[in-house]
């Protein structure tokens, strides 16, 4: 069984791939389909980072924000006293 259907299925679903596409274009709708799931597999990793890669950069940049604020008014504080 694959994903749940069986050999009639499955039997049934390549029969009507082959009325509907023909025996002529069957290689070339196996190679367009192939060429699309690299294409897709290929976009998955190196595309953008997961949502949640991306959140946790976000909070990451935040908190460096926050420091970077906090070591200016340090650096300010320090200034005014040695004047």
Request: glycine share 10%; net charge negative; hydrophobic share 45%.
């Amino acid at each position: 069984m694959i994903l749940g259907m069986g050999v009639p299925e499955l039997a049934i679903i390549l029969l009507v791939v082959l009325v509907v596409f023909g025996p002529k274009n069957l290689p070339k709708l196996g190679a367009t389909i192939g060429k699309t799931v690299k294409n897709v597999r290929e976009g998955m990793e190196d595309g953008e980072p997961a949502p949640a890669e991306a959140a946790a950069s976000a909070d990451v940049s935040q908190a460096v924000s926050g420091q970077e604020a906090d070591v200016s008014q340090a650096v300010s504080d320090h200034e005014g006293d040695a004047e």
